[in-house]
């Protein structure tokens, strides 16, 4: 049951192709609660994923960002769940950049197991399968990825856009990397797990759906991700709304 990576893959691409042809469209963009930004293809791409969830995994609950959003997340779950973010990295898409993703994460006591991410823009899509990460896109059939060694004196770390310079120089300073590129959403993770970056440290709220894909994705690729003080980054937090702590995401040493 745990290697239903392909599946999601299959899923997350679905809605990447519904969700592409509205990116640069003049969208209308309405705000939540929370005052982040919120848009039909957000919309779209969630009514798609469930459906199509609960159509393939019937008895497995869904805790997903706009349903979350409308409606709020449950007291309690169960040690088994999916993580979904339709569209996440709302604020690049908005913009017309075009790091922004879909994800679905599944959970197991605490730990993902499963996840897939996809890319519209490129439609890059990276998936869990049989122990190991892999990449596809559009005329590249499907292969494994894998971190790569900690480069010396050459450490790439994946930033916000937001994040200021003096933030930025004390992160290096804490954790030893030397070069930054600014990149919104869970892609960041992914370029970490093909190898093309080092470290994405995340000092600043995110919530469980935004990680949890990516987070199973660098997993299987030889990375993890784990608190500032190297402890399990777990999920299920209903008692918080599954609101993430501080972490660090890293490919090998």
């Known amino acids: 049951m ?3 990576g392909a599946e999601l893959a299959e899923i997350c691409e679905a809605a990447a192709a ?7 469209s003049g969208l209308a963009v309405t705000h939540k609660a929370d005052e982040s930004p919120v848009t039909e293809a957000d919309q779209r791409g969630e009514k798609l994923i469930l459906a199509a969830l609960a159509e393939r995994f019937p008895d497995i609950p869904v805790i997903s960002e706009e349903d979350a959003s ?5 007291d309690a779950i169960g040690p088994r769940f999916f993580l979904v973010d339709p ?3 709302t604020k690049a898409f908005v913009r017309g950049d075009p790091n922004f993703t879909v994800n679905i994460g599944l959970i197991q006591d605490g730990r993902p197991v499963a ?17 190991q990460a892999l990449k596809r896109a559009p005329g590249v059939a499907a ?3 894998r971190v790569r060694p900690w480069p010396k004196d050459a450490a790439i770390a994946l930033t916000s856009h937001t994040m200021k310079v003096e933030t930025a120089d004390k992160l290096a300073a804490e954790y030893g990397f030397h070069l930054r590129e600014p990149m919104d959403s869970s892609i960041k993770l992914c370029k970490i797990a093909e190898g093309s970056a080092d470290i994405y ?9 935004d990680t949890a894909a990516g987070h199973a994705v660098l997993e299987a690729a030889g990375g993890r ?13 209903a008692q918080d709304g599954f609101r993430n702590g501080w972490f660090v995401a890293r490919g090998a040493d």
């Not at 969700?19 to 640069?24: F, N, S």
């Not at 409308?70 to 449950?74: D, I, K, N």
């Not at 440290?201 to 759906?209: A, F, I, L, Y």
Request: with cysteine; net charge negative.
């Open 143 to 145: 292969h494994p990825v």
């Open 18 to 24: 519904l969700i592409l042809p509205l990116w640069r």
């Open 2 to 4: 745990n290697d239903i």
């Open 115 to 131: 996840g897939a991410v996809c890319a519209p823009p490129s439609g890059e899509c990276w998936y869990t399968h049989a122990g």
């Open 225 to 237: 991700l784990s608190t500032p003080e190297g402890q399990p980054f777990v999920y299920g937090k």
């Open 87 to 89: 569209l996440d990295g």
């Open 70 to 74: 409308e409606f709020g997340t449950p």
């Open 201 to 209: 440290p995340r000092h600043g709220p995110t919530m469980e759906w």
